[in-house]
């Protein structure tokens, strides 16, 4: 008898033991996930928080006259004029400098390399980081040039009654000149616009056919690779009828956007192009910018153009962001996962999640903003300083 007691005594304090095990596991339970509630909070909104203001963290007074131009390069800045051409980085010190006279510069990047090439003149010169750049002479005046993640150059010339598109390898041992693509203007019409793959394998253009009272607009694709030897190098093209063509892009290795006046087509497969995608829009396209993970549309309506769409697809053709903004602005660009707005006086930074991350109006009136590595830091060019920003306030 007096066992029955002893064990049903113990298995009493075993229950018991279990509901304080059952309540301590529940206050951890709740602890944890009114930590995590609140960390979600706190992330969300630090995450999609809005900044009006910034702290010059560093900043380089500019020595250049308003004939100097910047563009965003590998992670960096690049300066260019008639009178040669540097790489720098965020805090103004100087990685490369390239010396040439040029009385119409213009330039082009992909990865490490840059050409700078003059336009109306006969000389364009290629830029690896590497050394003082290599220097070549083509036979015609240039129209623009384009240059691909290996270093070779594609240069639009231009004759009396045809322009020729060559590939050039400036770093090649033996022969320079790749490939020449004449372009009869009376037959295969007027190339507007063109642009090389980053493997330098692959070139598209984009041509104006006038034929009479009729006008054409068509794209031509053109493969180096074995492919097209066997096709003279054309492999495939497409006709945007009276759509008038914008530019001509490569989105990474393989992929092109093709931009008209009533929207954009993406080509995937260069040895054997095929649509991949196609979008259309009802308002007036305003701007356009991409990267090589998504395309962003500004369409403009209402009576004065007042009412602006934003639009934002991946490369699948999925849309990603769709809503009406009100920025001031008369630059877009888009880098990684935002979009940045500016004007002479303004800069908005949104997101691609449709959050703003930056609102802010300056005093003094600014050039370009750039972003870096540090999500919080951005480079501010004025008409008198190299800035390193940090967004704060709010």
């Given at each position: 008898m007096?066992?029955?007691i002893f064990l049903r005594r113990g298995s009493g304090l075993d229950e018991e033991g279990?509901?304080?095990?059952?309540y301590r596991f529940?206050?951890?339970a709740l602890v944890v996930v009114v930590g995590l509630g609140a960390l979600f909070v706190f992330s969300y909104y630090f995450n999609n928080r809005c900044f009006e203001n910034y702290q010059v963290e560093n900043e380089v007074e500019r020595s250049d006259s308003n004939n100097?131009?910047?563009?965003y390069f590998n992670k960096n800045i690049l300066k260019y004029s008639r009178s040669g051409i540097s790489a720098m980085d965020n805090m103004g010190k100087s990685l490369w400098?390239?010396?040439?006279?040029?009385?119409q510069p213009q330039v082009d990047t992909c990865g490490n390399f840059v050409v700078a090439a003059d336009v109306k003149g006969k000389r364009f010169y290629v830029y690896s980081g590497k050394d003082e750049g290599t220097s070549l002479e083509t036979t015609l005046p240039i129209v623009r040039a384009k240059v691909s993640g290996q270093g070779v150059a594609a240069v639009l010339l231009e004759d009396s009654d045809s322009n020729?598109?060559?590939?050039?390898?400036?770093y090649g041992t033996t022969e320079k000149l790749l490939v020449e693509i004449p372009t009869n203007v009376s037959e295969e019409g007027y190339p507007l616009d063109f642009d090389i793959s980053p493997d330098g394998q692959s070139v598209v253009a984009s041509y104006l056919v006038v034929s009479g009272n009729t006008v054409e607009n068509k794209v031509s694709f053109y493969n180096f690779?074995?492919?097209?030897q066997d096709k003279n190098t054309l492999v495939g093209g497409k006709s945007f009828g009276d759509s008038m063509i914008s530019s001509v892009e490569f989105i990474g290795e393989d992929t092109v956007a093709v931009f008209h006046e009533k929207g954009f087509s993406l080509f995937g497969r260069m040895k054997q192009p095929e649509i991949l995608y196609e979008k259309t829009f009802d308002g007036e396209i305003r701007s356009i910018a991409c990267n090589e993970e998504y395309i962003a549309v500004v369409t403009a309506s209402g009576e004065d153009r007042e009412e602006q769409n934003l639009y934002v697809y991946n490369l699948r053709g999925r849309e990603e962001l769709s809503q009406e903004i009100s920025y001031e602005y008369s630059d877009m660009e888009i880098y990684k996962g935002e979009i940045i707005f500016h004007s002479s006086h303004n800069c908005n930074i949104l997101r691609i999640n449709g959050h703003d991350k930056f609102d802010c109006h300056f005093d003094s009136e600014i050039e370009a903003v750039y972003p870096t590595e540090n999500g919080s830091i951005y480079t501010m060019i004025d008409a008198s300083f190299i800035r390193k920003i940090k967004l704060s306030g709010r």
């Open positions: 007096a066992e029955m279990k509901k304080k095990m059952r529940a206050l951890v100097v131009h910047y563009t400098n390239g010396g040439y006279e040029m009385e020729v598109l060559n590939l050039y390898d400036p690779t074995e492919v097209g």
